[in-house]
């Protein structure tokens, strides 16, 4: 299958302070890229649909200022959580779609925020 | 709202047993997706199935879409420890739409 990259895939910062994560699709082009956070032991929760050249779709109850999302190419899309607190820390995960519909899954960011 | 439900929220098997999952939507859906995520690992994408009845087969993984394209089922054959992890399923109730299940997870005693 393809490969999609994450970055970083750990990052631990104070809170207050904002913070990139990185996905790149490495041998194809996404229009359309996904962003789901996880709990341990729980499913994915789809934070947007990050479609590129234009705005993200937030699902309900995502704040779009708290989590900014930029899909400047066909092959990367960022996610910039914004004046991180300890209960945004979490497993971020992204994907990007395949030409058949079927998602290919980063390998995820481990956020702390102490 | 559109949910995807799935059921058992977790399975305990000797190895050599089967096992099944089964996934229900609330809606029809236009499509849906299996996927496996290893412990520490993220989800790597199974197969997908779209005709109403279909079933498909990888090795010891069988796979279901209901008639009224509104469940579906992963049956695994004489498992093993490599069969550990959590399988998700998502279905898709339009191109654009994807629900994940809240997944199966699988644990196999050797």
């Known amino acids: 299958g393809a490969v999609v990259s994450q970055h970083p895939s750990r990052v631990i910062c104070k809170s207050g302070t904002s913070v990139k994560i990185e996905c790149r699709s490495l041998?194809?082009?996404?229009?359309?890229m996904f962003w789901y956070r996880q709990f341990p032991k729980k499913s994915l929760m789809l934070m947007a649909t990050?479609?590129?050249?234009?705005?993200?779709?937030?699902e309900q109850g995502v704040e779009k200022d708290k989590f900014l999302i930029n899909h400047a190419s066909l092959t990367l899309s960022t996610l910039t959580v914004t004046s991180a607190h300890p209960e945004d820390s979490s497993f971020y995960i992204c994907?990007?779609?395949?030409?058949?519909?079927?998602?290919?899954f980063g390998p995820g960011t481990r956020l702390t925020v102490l | 709202g559109q949910q995807v439900m799935q059921i058992p929220q977790y399975q305990h098997v000797q190895e050599g047993e089967d096992f099944t999952t089964y996934c229900n939507s609330s809606?029809?859906?236009?499509?849906i997706q299996w996927y496996k995520q290893r412990p520490g690992g993220h989800p790597v994408f199974l197969i997908q199935l779209v005709k109403s009845g279909e079933v498909k087969k990888q090795k010891r993984l069988t796979f279901q879409f209901g008639e009224a394209k509104k469940n579906s089922s992963l049956h695994i054959t004489a498992t093993q420890t490599t069969d550990v992890g959590t399988y998700f399923c998502a279905g898709s109730p339009s191109y654009d739409k994807v629900i994940f299940g809240p997944g199966t997870s699988l644990s196999v005693i050797p």
């Open positions: 809606t029809t859906l236009s499509n």
């Open positions: 994907s990007a779609r395949g030409w058949g519909n079927e998602q290919f």
């Open positions: 041998d194809f082009q996404a229009t359309t």
């Open positions: 990050s479609n590129e050249g234009s705005k993200a779709t937030y």
